[in-house]
């Protein structure tokens, strides 16, 4: 026979002594408890904070959704995509306070505090970046240039390391005209070298997209992630049936 403690709650039953034989043992139960007012909302309460918490965790660590505004990137990308951006394709940055401050519109910071780098941007990588001219912005480009490439566009030809790069089926070109590089960099450029953990970037709309000619080398740690999906696409212009590009959803980025 097991020792109990004296001290050790125990159950209190009826005592088969103060029964009459034969008669049934009974217990008193207790009335199950029901949810008042107040425990519904604290549940409520409390899913909605941890919600919160995990879609800000995702937001600051992991991916970020942006909103495609200008036509830069076109044909890869067209106003009115969505897009999935992933904040760990190169490495984890030290989020500052305001990361996790709920305003509108969000507001979005880093600090330059690459705590791990797990791999650097390659010629053909699509990434966010904060706007070297106002921090405020998120800017969206092609990687062209890595660190030690020579760039110099001539008559709108990108020649990197000595070798012509190809128009892709991404490239874009709506304008025949050449512009001489005195008067605007668009279509003669350079030549240059791309500093260390730096990055030179281009819009695949080439003759219509504000970057790295224009206003210089993106910095590594300025990088917020790379593109990979649209997950949603919103047209809005033209009969109400073409409003959504059904055909977008879901499209990995290239």
Not at 16 to 43: C, F, L
Request: charged fraction near 25%.
């Amino acid at each position: 026979m097991a020792d109990h403690d004296s001290q050790s709650p125990h159950v209190n039953e009826p005592d088969s002594r103060d029964r009459p034989e034969g008669a049934p043992v009974t217990t008193e139960t207790q009335p199950a408890a029901t949810p008042t007012g107040k425990s519904i909302i604290r549940e409520y309460a409390e899913a909605l904070v941890i919600a919160i918490i995990l879609a800000l965790t995702i937001r600051v660590f992991f991916v970020q959704a942006f909103k495609i505004p200008s036509g830069s990137m076109i044909p890869t990308l067209l106003i009115g995509d969505h897009i999935l951006v992933s904040k760990l394709a190169y490495g984890f940055q030290l989020p500052k306070d305001c990361e996790f401050q709920v305003s509108f519109p969000p507001v979005t910071c880093y600090s330059s505090t690459m705590l791990a780098q797990f791999d650097n941007p390659q010629r053909g990588d699509i990434i966010v970046f904060r706007y070297p001219e106002d921090e405020n912005k998120d800017f969206i480009k092609r990687v062209v240039g890595t660190p030690g490439d020579s760039i110099v566009i001539q008559n709108k030809k990108v020649i990197v390391n000595g070798e012509e790069l190809a128009d892709s089926a991404f490239t874009q070109r709506i304008d025949p005209g050449i512009i001489d590089g005195r008067i605007n960099p668009r279509d003669n450029f350079g030549p240059i070298t791309v500093p260390p953990d730096s990055y030179f970037v281009m819009g695949d709309n080439r003759d219509q997209s504000l970057d790295s000619r224009f206003w210089g080398f993106v910095k590594m740690d300025k990088i917020k992630g790379r593109a990979f999906l649209v997950y949603w696409s919103w047209n809005g212009q033209g009969n109400w049936t073409n409003w959504i590009r059904w055909d977008r959803i879901g499209k990995f980025i290239e």
